[in-house]
């Protein structure tokens, strides 16, 4: 136990468990809304993730960066993240969707019950993991430097650097941009519909697959974006990257209510910073300890998290 | 395409008529020659006795791997798809952290009779190491316990935030047990663990590095299991889980305490895991964190509902199954001279069956939830609920 670690380092570990909670609360986006909208726990999530921090790094060597080249300068820098972020999130939305496709839609013609989703989930699961392990013969992956990680602004013992400033801002983006989606367009008003009931919404002239198709699109966007960010702050990438990032995130999406989009992003950077302060406290190698600790004591108290359970009910 | 599977069903069906016919002596005279079969699986001298041609290839015998040793690992799966099968295929709960429980056992087992674990070494809490067989009762106890405390607070919530715990909890003892200077020694481990008693007529221990003798204990430990899961499930309690899986508040309803019958589901689950893995670590005589990687649960899991959730001998044979059959491909890849390599552009790339079978398993679990979501050998009750389901399906919704 050390608490001086904890006060002492308080603004850095803040700053540092904020840019991790925004990572955490873009991939737990993607949870909640197919939970959303299939009452299903969509395994296979984690893993294309995965699949985008490759994409990006694959779209950083085509323009000659790797892990051991020299930074760009920072105009540079900001292209090549736009570039991977779009590159990124398409790979994510197409095999996001390729999952929908083959893993769920059948099951769903047949009315399966809801643990056969599961098991063809963590089946869609292994088959990505595992396919891109073999690609990739199972070896880490450095990702190029990019932005650089000096502060840039100081007040007092707060400060932040270019890294931080730039995962936070291009995250936050994307969530105001998803928030927008579903509460303010056609499509998202379809989401919404289909997730408050689906029959009834199909009942009404909504086309109930093809909604569920952009949900598990928009995930993977989502998700890709992720996938550039935590690719920048992790600076190395494997096979298995997915798993536990992937289960962080989904219990940062019933952390704050699973389902529910704004939940999901609280879920996200609570979850990131009390991770933080906790590895100040206890160590780093408790680090995951605390993360499912505070997860399953909130479970207790609060079985629906902590904005309750909602997309597209009536109050939403 | 039809007509084999017409044709298939119909052999089955045949088959298993026949088998409603035979007298019941003749059914428990098959059934033990069929045990006396499974005793004799791994001595070499069985095949030399049927006339297989030895040192080439043979159908059933592995050749990368010593033959017994598959078999016990093929065993304490089995052992572990019960226990789960238990939980999932019977009570309908959803946990996807079995291992955890496997690891249970199998910690309490080394740290209690390892002349190296830190018990002994560091604390001195204990003047000499136990015999394993004082351990096992113990482990089984402490999995079970950790069951029930898992358990009671977990099985108040919904499904799917059960799946999510379980696996939560999974993670907790792995990273708890990879603490280097704990008493669980971290990926350094614990060597020496005791094997089990008994000594042959010369005086030499019966359990030490043949791996036969802990296949036969493992395979009576199943028989054994499998006379009481199938008296349990056929008693009160069996039909309660039953009644909680097909609709809990229905069954709830009609007077069935159902928070307490998960809970023993629960528990006898774990029990039976931290059976499997105290079997595990006496034989193995070494445990280290990373063992207990969440793939395995997943593993078991994936055990389970290929056999056929639902029905014990479904569970053994997916146990049998997710072990035997990545082992036997390599095996068939030797004979065949199948590469373990190819080069693409220069770079080699693995393809051998055993750096493949998860992908392979991947896909064969999606195939067979689409195709046969009862499992291959289904539980005919779970069977037609599923098939009730199917009927609800609304068309081109």
Redo the contacts between chains.
């Keep these: 136990m050390q608490f001086n670690e904890l006060i002492h380092g308080f603004p850095v570990l803040t700053i540092t468990g904020l840019t991790q909670g925004a990572i955490y609360a873009l991939i737990a986006l993607g949870y909640t809304l197919v939970y959303g909208v299939l009452r299903l726990i969509n395994f296979a999530h984690s893993d294309v993730f995965m699949i985008g921090t490759f994409g990006a790094i694959w779209t950083w060597s085509a323009f000659g960066f790797d892990a051991n080249s020299a930074r760009p300068s920072v105009g540079e820098a900001l292209g090549l993240i736009a570039l991977a972020i779009v590159v990124a999130a398409l790979l994510c939305g197409f095999f996001a969707m390729l999952v929908e496709v083959t893993a769920y839609r059948p099951l769903r013609a047949r009315n399966a019950p809801p643990l056969a989703f599961l098991i063809t989930a963590i089946g869609a699961s292994f088959v990505l993991s595992e396919g891109m392990g073999a690609f990739t013969n199972r070896r880490q992956f450095g990702v190029p430097a990019m932005l650089p990680t000096e502060p840039i602004a100081e007040v007092g013992s707060w400060s932040i650097t270019p890294l931080q400033l730039a995962t936070l801002s291009i995250a936050i983006l994307a969530m105001v941009a998803l928030d927008w989606f579903v509460q303010r367009t056609r499509f998202g008003r379809g989401i919404r519909a289909v997730a408050q009931d689906a029959n009834t919404a199909a009942l009404m002239g909504v086309n109930k697959n093809r909604v569920i198709l952009l949900v598990f699109l928009i995930g993977g966007l989502m998700a890709g974006v992720a996938a550039v960010l935590s690719d920048m702050k992790a600076a190395s990438t494997r096979f298995n990257v997915g798993f536990l990032i992937g289960l962080k995130a989904f219990a940062a999406a019933v952390l704050g209510g699973i389902g529910n989009l704004r939940g999901a992003a609280l879920g996200g950077i609570l979850l990131g910073l009390v991770e933080n302060y906790a590895s100040a406290v206890f160590g780093t190698n408790f680090r995951d300890f605390v993360g499912f600790l505070v997860l399953i004591l909130l479970l207790m108290f609060r079985p629906t998290g902590l904005l309750g359970e909602s997309l597209g009910r009536a109050r939403a | 395409m039809t007509d084999v599977r017409t044709r298939w069903r119909g052999f089955r069906h045949g088959v298993s008529q026949r088998w409603d016919r035979q007298p019941k002596a003749t059914k428990i005279g098959l059934i033990l020659v069929f045990i006396v079969f499974l005793y004799a699986l791994p001595e070499r001298g069985f095949y030399e006795y049927l006339g297989l041609p030895l040192g080439e290839y043979i159908p059933l015998y592995t050749t990368r791997n010593d033959m017994a040793t598959v078999l016990f690992q093929c065993g304490y799966y089995i052992l572990l798809a019960m226990g789960l099968n238990i939980v ?1 295929g019977y009570a ?1 709960l ?1 946990d996807l952290g079995f291992f955890g429980f496997f690891a249970v056992g199998a910690y309490t087992v080394a740290t209690l009779t390892s002349p190296n674990s830190k018990i002994f070494t560091e604390y001195n809490w204990l003047e000499s190491p136990w015999p394993w067989l004082v351990a096992l009762p113990l482990a089984i106890a402490l999995s079970l316990l950790a069951g029930v405390i898992l358990g009671w ?2 099985l ?6 059960l ?3 379980t ?3 999974a ?2 003892i792995r ?2 047990a ?2 280097n200077d704990w008493i669980f020694n971290g990926d350094r481990g614990i060597a020496r663990i005791a094997h089990p008693p008994g000594k042959n007529s010369d005086g030499s221990p019966i359990f030490a590095f043949d791996a036969k003798p802990y296949y036969w204990l493992i395979l009576t430990v199943i028989i054994a299991m499998v006379f009481l899961i199938r008296n349990l499930v056929r008693s009160r309690v069996g039909r309660a889980w039953v009644a909680i899986r097909e609709d809990e508040d229905a069954a709830e309803l009609m007077g069935v305490p159902t928070y307490k019958f998960k809970l023993w589901a629960f528990a006898m689950g774990a029990g039976i895991g931290g059976f499997s893995g105290a079997l595990w670590a006496g034989q193995n005589s070494f445990v280290n964190a990373s063992t207990f990687r ?1 793939e395995q649960s ?1 593993l078991v ?2 055990a389970v ?1 290929l056999g056929g ?1 639902g029905n014990i001998f479904g569970a053994i044979l997916g146990g049998f199954l997710v072990i035997y059959v990545p082992e036997w491909l390599r095996s068939v890849g030797d004979v065949f001279g199948l590469p373990e390599q190819v080069r693409i552009a220069g ?5 051998s069956a055993t ?2 079978r ?2 392979f ?6 195939v067979i ?2 195709f046969r ?1 009862q499992g291959l050998w289904a539980n005919r009750r779970r069977a037609a609920e ?1 098939k009730d ?2 009927k ?3 068309v081109g ?1």
Aim: hydrophobic share 60%.
């Design positions: 999932v309908g959803l607070p977990v108040r919530l919904r499904g799917d935030y799946a999510i715990v696996l939560g909890f993670e907790m990273i708890v990879q603490q969440l997943i899991l994936a509902l959730a770079e080699p790339y693995d393809v750096n493949l998860y992908l398993f991947g896909i064969i679990l999606i939830m689409i979501p599923l389901r199917e609800e399906a609304i919704a």
